[in-house]
């Protein structure tokens, strides 16, 4: 089974409404999650990372995730959208090995209209 | 401010010619990455350096190769490209200071083109 998985190949918003970005995992080991954006022709930028404690994590760019353990999910959040946030954001997983490897969602596109 | 830097950021090479990619690091982290990126899909992890130990992914095919010379510094040879390896290449670090909860950061990437 995936580690990560998010569900929406593309979310389409518009301009001030809020935007979620879903992502959801399975429930064997620990849940070390980790949300990255990544613009046009730029590596991945860090946004915020769940490891413990507070379900609400919040993240640069006024985004935020919350960790729900019943729903095994930690979706992206931000209550309003800019059309700078349009960009290709990826959920991740931290695995307990050799390395601290990342198992990466297949990603989702987010386009904010003006 | 202390980052991730990749030279270059787009490179051309011919099919079969050999070609290095170079990252450089003013984090001093032990731990550096390299991943390959195709058509905004997921990233895949190469390799990985831990200090001076090289740790290989188990699919990651034998035509790349990696170095690591000091802290600073970790290059990606491609010693046969083929077209199918035209892709985005991330280098990134972290500090392996808890595995599993580090955050990586990432360097902008090169985009390697092969004809």
């Known amino acids: 089974a995936q580690s990560v998985a998010q569900p929406e190949d593309q979310v389409n918003v518009a301009e001030g409404n809020p935007l979620t970005v879903k992502c959801t995992y399975s429930?064997?080991?620990?849940?070390?999650l980790f949300w990255y954006v990544q613009y046009p022709n730029r590596g991945l930028q860090f946004l915020l990372k769940?490891?413990?404690?507070?379900?609400l994590v919040k993240g640069s760019y006024g985004f935020e995730a919350e960790f729900n353990k019943s729903q095994t999910s930690f979706h992206l959040k931000k209550p309003s959208a800019l059309v700078s946030d349009s960009a290709l954001y990826f959920c991740?997983?931290?695995?307990?090995?050799?390395?601290?490897?990342?198992?990466f969602g297949g990603g989702t596109r987010v386009l904010v209209k003006p | 401010d202390a980052m991730v830097i990749q030279n270059p950021r787009y490179q051309v090479t011919q099919f079969g010619k050999p070609v290095t990619l170079s990252c450089s690091q003013t984090?001093?982290?032990?731990?550096m990455y390299w991943y390959q990126q195709k058509s905004s899909q997921a990233p895949k992890l190469l390799f990985h350096?831990?200090?001076?130990?090289?740790?290989n992914e188990a699919d990651t095919p034998d035509n790349f190769q990696s170095r690591r010379p000091n802290t600073s510094f970790c290059f990606l040879d491609i010693r046969s490209p083929g077209l199918g390896d035209a892709a985005m290449y991330l280098c990134?670090?972290?500090?392996?200071?808890?595995?599993?909860?580090?955050?990586?950061?990432f360097g902008p990437g090169t985009r390697l083109t092969v004809l």
């Open positions: 984090l001093n982290h032990n731990v």
């Open positions: 429930v064997s080991g620990n849940p070390y």
């Open positions: 769940y490891i413990t404690g507070d379900n």
């Open positions: 991740a997983r931290g695995i307990k090995a050799a390395g601290n490897k990342l198992t």
């Open positions: 990134a670090t972290s500090t392996r200071e808890s595995m599993s909860t580090d955050t990586q950061y």
């Open positions: 350096y831990y200090d001076k130990d090289f740790n």
